[in-house]
């Protein structure tokens, strides 16, 4: 009987460790193609086993790659620049040698201006002398010879200024009777060639000091021929008629407004 149980007691011990290896095997066979067919890797189970993970290199980010196409197109930019600046300094180079040139060529064209602008003032020398020479001779042939001068009467209207300007451009000055014997030969030629009663202008004035009459050349007048009459006698302009006229008609002098326009004599030395 003792026998029998012990008997029993070791075929089912050795069932039941038979039953144990086949599920362990099982178990076994089922979990390592799970590990190997998974999808993900799971780090936090194999770091829970124990066991060690392969280092793996991380593949590039999206980061590193605008990083990088930045860095290229600063490069790109600086190399354009530089390309640029070159540019420039060549056109900076050619422009400084055109504008060496430009100004090399207007030194000579201003060399050749001073010649000519000195060529133009000999011309206008000559013209001037040639037109004051024409004026005496002109004075002398058209005018009258009085002593040691001739005289003309212009039938142009000018102020006093005015004459007195084209009376030196003619190469003479403006009339001036210095004695009786020249102021009765002025009116008289005056009244020849100005029928009627015509203001013209003498060279004498009191521009300076009222009262004190000069002649063209700054001498002082001494002789007078100032028109009397109970009614009008002159001068009476006071200060505001400071310069001289002759009437046509009886040679009389008379004191007036110096911007009158009015017919002028001119003397010219013989």
């Not at 090399?104 to 000579?108: A, F, H, N, S």
């Not at 212009?154 to 209207?157: D, E, I, M, N």
């Given at each position: 009987m003792s026998l029998t149980v012990i008997l029993l007691a070791v075929v089912g011990f050795s069932f039941l460790s038979s039953c144990n290896s086949a599920d362990d095997e099982t178990s076994l066979v089922i979990s390592t193609p799970d590990l190997f067919q998974a999808p993900e890797f799971n780090e936090e189970t194999v770091l829970g086993r124990g066991d060690t993970p392969d280092i793996i290199e991380p593949e590039p980010t999206t980061a590193v790659s605008d990083v990088e196409s930045t860095y290229n197109y600063i490069l790109s930019r600086l190399a354009a620049m530089d390309q640029a600046i070159h540019r420039l300094n060549v056109g900076h180079y050619t422009l400084d040698v055109k504008v060496s040139q430009l100004v090399?060529?207007?030194?000579?064209l201003d060399s050749r201006l001073g010649d000519t602008e000195d060529a133009i003032q000999q011309v206008?020398?000559?013209?001037?002398?040639?037109?004051?020479e024409i004026g005496r001779l002109e004075g002398?042939?058209?005018?009258r010879k009085i002593v040691y001068k001739c005289v003309l009467v212009?039938?142009?209207?000018a102020t006093y200024a005015e004459a007195s300007q084209k009376c030196q451009e003619r190469g003479g000055r403006m009339a001036m009777p210095r004695d009786r014997k020249e102021q009765e030969a002025l009116a008289e030629y005056v009244k020849s060639v100005i029928p009627g009663n015509?203001?013209?202008?003498?060279g004498i004035n009191d521009q300076r000091s009222e009262g004190l009459y000069l002649f063209e050349d700054t001498t002082r007048v001494t002789y007078f021929q100032w028109?009397?009459?109970?009614l009008s006698s002159q001068p009476d302009g006071g200060k505001r008629e400071n310069c001289v006229s002759m009437s046509s008609d009886d040679g009389d002098w008379w004191d007036t407004y110096c911007d009158r326009r009015m017919y002028y004599l001119c003397e010219f030395d013989v």
């Open positions: 090399e060529r207007m030194t000579r206008s020398s000559y013209c001037k002398d040639n037109r004051k002398c042939q058209k005018g212009y039938k142009v209207y015509w203001p013209v202008w003498l028109r009397k009459h109970f």
